[in-house]
């Protein structure tokens, strides 16, 4: 079965305009498209990635200005990381006290030097050096582009057991184990950017409880829609998951599974990706809607705060 590395990660924030300013100039990542939450068109659903909003670098929110805290806890995602050149963790963490931004002293973490932090809602981050090139970073910014993000390493989710999420990870997107370090076991399947999930078994604890700094869902990678339908037919039949219908999300399409560690999983596919409905060079300037929302366009934008 092909490799299928991480496709975005979605997260709840806080307040739009402050979400905007962390993601674009701080970590220097690209706005690639400013829209809304399909299911509530009064919110936004902001994209952030490398310069083309490629599959394993996208980053994406649901942000409310008075959005109540996440409490972190088994069954999600506790940590996501970035990959950057193995040299720029030095300059990363220059950067970071400069701007007064929180974050731990730099540590080994299976082999690869990580640099964790939060973001101002408090969601758990981190940055991983790593050797690759920096592929289509976006340096539209004021991050040099030898130490720009790439787009994700991978992240780590916290469960109360490992095994029957390890089952999922690797007869579905083909990931293998690689490496333990105390009660984490490092999963990896060669795709590239996204190619790390980390299993953080802990035992039984507090649930997590979704919230501004809290992720909401993952998602995987599916080149098309067979694909994704290949493995929706092994996650039924193998494994006993049951999976959504296939949902139409303007840059992708996907499915949605929670698993048996009770992470919210998505399958979403490659197409048609970002610029269907705005140019590559354009992406992220102007609020896009779907179709069946663009004749409410004038009532949306009246109420969705400004970002700058």
């Known amino acids: 079965m092909t490799a299928n590395g991480l496709h975005h990660v979605t997260a709840y924030a806080g307040d ?26 009064t919110t936004y659903h902001l994209y952030y990635g490398d310069s083309a909003g490629s599959p394993g670098t996208v980053l994406t929110f649901f942000p409310m200005a008075h959005a109540a805290p996440g409490r972190a806890g088994i069954g999600e995602t506790q940590e996501t990381a970035f990959a950057v050149p193995r040299g720029s963790i ?31 809602d408090g969601t758990m981050l981190a940055l991983v050096g790593v050797d690759d090139g920096v592929g289509l970073a976006w340096t539209g910014g004021d991050v040099p582009a030898e130490h720009a993000i790439a787009g994700f390493h991978g992240v780590t989710l916290l469960l109360a057991e490992a095994a029957p999420t390890a089952a999922i990870l690797t007869d579905v997107f083909g990931f293998v184990e690689t490496s ?16 790390h999930v980390t299993l953080r078994a802990v035992g039984e604890f507090l649930r997590g409880r979704p919230g501004a700094g809290s992720v909401h869902h993952i ?23 049951q999976v959504t219908e296939q949902r139409d999300r303007n840059y992708f399409r996907s499915v949605y599974f929670r698993e048996p560690g009770g992470v919210l999983f998505e399958i979403a596919t490659d197409i048609p990706g970002f610029a269907v409905d705005e140019s590559a060079e354009s992406l992220g300037q102007a609020l896009k809607l779907p179709p ?3 004749m409410h366009r004038d009532r949306i934008e009246a109420v969705l705060p400004a970002l700058a």
């Open 180 to 195: 333990r370090e105390g009660s984490s076991i490092r999963f990896a399947n060669g795709a590239g950017l996204g190619g």
């Open 16 to 41: 739009p305009a402050r979400n905007v300013d962390f993601y674009t100039r701080i970590l220097g990542l690209r706005l690639v498209k400013r829209t809304v939450n399909f299911d509530d068109p």
């Open 292 to 294: 069946g929302l663009e």
């Open 90 to 120: 030095g300059w990363w963490t220059h950067r970071f006290v400069a701007a007064g931004l929180r974050h731990e002293a730099s540590v080994q973490a299976f082999g690869q030097t990580t640099l964790r932090f939060r973001d101002p």
């Open 219 to 241: 998602a995987f990678r599916a080149t098309d829609d067979a694909a994704q339908a290949a493995m929706v037919q092994r996650l039924e039949q193998a494994h006993g998951m």
